[in-house]
């Protein structure tokens, strides 16, 4: 054939020799390629031969082309070493298209691993499509895995969370039954000056894997994080502090305004089995309007807040939903709040107004704000959060749910790493 068919083949040091078909019931046509390059070198003494000793013919793997399925066949050349001294007296010839001892092209391999990674579709899904195993498919994407996933690059502003790998099992051994509960911790770049990226993934929530996979990391890269953005974990806390004894931990503020609104909740429902001994119904007014309840307050309408009112004057004779309520909001205008000076004075209020409420709840709110309150200071301060590392969390979800949950971890991490790195542009494929 000529030169143009082989330039629409598109296989780099090939040129196609001949294209017939359709020839069975697997391929629409027969396409039959060798190298171009008319010498070749021994791969054990290095003399360039120029006798070839036969050209025998090998099935390869390869794309459709031009929507057409293909069945490729390579004259593979074998040649002679003329080096007297070389104890390899032939060797075939060797091409990056197609790697020694496979049956694939490259470029099927590329696109096999892609295809899994890309829309988290099933290994033999993918394989079935384009008429390999799963061994091999598998193979190919863990080979791609090894070179799309590079060594994590240094951030000043490190983001660290917990997703769960896995729903909550009971497994019965010896000594009895074992609660499985497992979850897996995400480090991310959170540093809002760059596009960021998910820089590892370890199994648990612990202080302890927090601890390992930073010691795991350069000490040029532990010494560039300065602030490290987290949910109020104490173990997480604790693990950053051994790993990083010099940066600042910052606690994400969506968490604090979600305990908040959990204290509200746990109020309003201990309220109901008191006064009705039984849970809240739709006919209460309270349970009704518990969404209004956990709204931001400086976002509800005049209409949206005399409703409130009326529920509260309704349901709450003891003004301990009210209460509650109003702890909640001085929480949430303490963390909007930049300037030093108020700042000081609306922590002076939230703690009044829970003091003020005398419950447990709220006294346990308080409690936690204390005990948090050097590192919620490191966020009124610099304004980080968590919301990177809470958008990757999001991607990690769709991949389980997509793949229907992974029984193993090591799969499920290269996965969800595979995944980021070919949608993302800071971690596209190479």
Known sequence: ???????????????????????????????????????????????????????????????????????????????????DLCERRSFTERCTQILPRSRLTTRLRQQLAESVARSNRAVSDVGTEYGVGWHTTHKALISAAARWLPEPTPTMLLGIDETRARSVRWLREETGWRRSDPWMTSFVDADPAGPGSLLGLVPGRSGACVQTWLDEQTQAFRDTIEVVVIDPSAPYASGIRRALPNAKIAVDHWHLVRLANEMVTDVRQRVAREQLGRRGRKADPAWAHRRLLLSAGDRLTQR???????????????????????????????LAERDPDQVRRRLWDFYQACATADMDETTRLATTIETWWPHILVFLQLGVTNARTEGFNRIIKQVKRVGCGYRNMDNYQRRILTHIAVTRPRQTAA
């Open 304 to 334: 949206q807040m005399d409703r409130l009112f009326d529920v509260l004057e309704t349901d709450d004779p003891n003004n301990e939903i009210g209460a509650a309520w109003g702890c909640k909001e001085r929480l949430r205008m303490l």
């Open 1 to 83: 054939m000529d030169d143009p068919t082989s330039l629409l083949f598109g296989l780099d040091e090939f040129r196609v020799v001949s294209v017939t078909g359709p020839v069975t019931d697997d391929a629409d046509v027969r396409v039959v390629v060798e190298t171009t390059d008319p010498v070749a070198g021994c791969p054990s003494c290095g003399v360039v031969s120029r006798r070839l000793k036969d050209r025998p013919t090998r099935r390869i793997k390869d794309l459709p082309v031009s929507g057409q399925r293909v069945e490729l066949w390579w004259r593979a050349r074998r040649w002679m070493c003329t080096e």
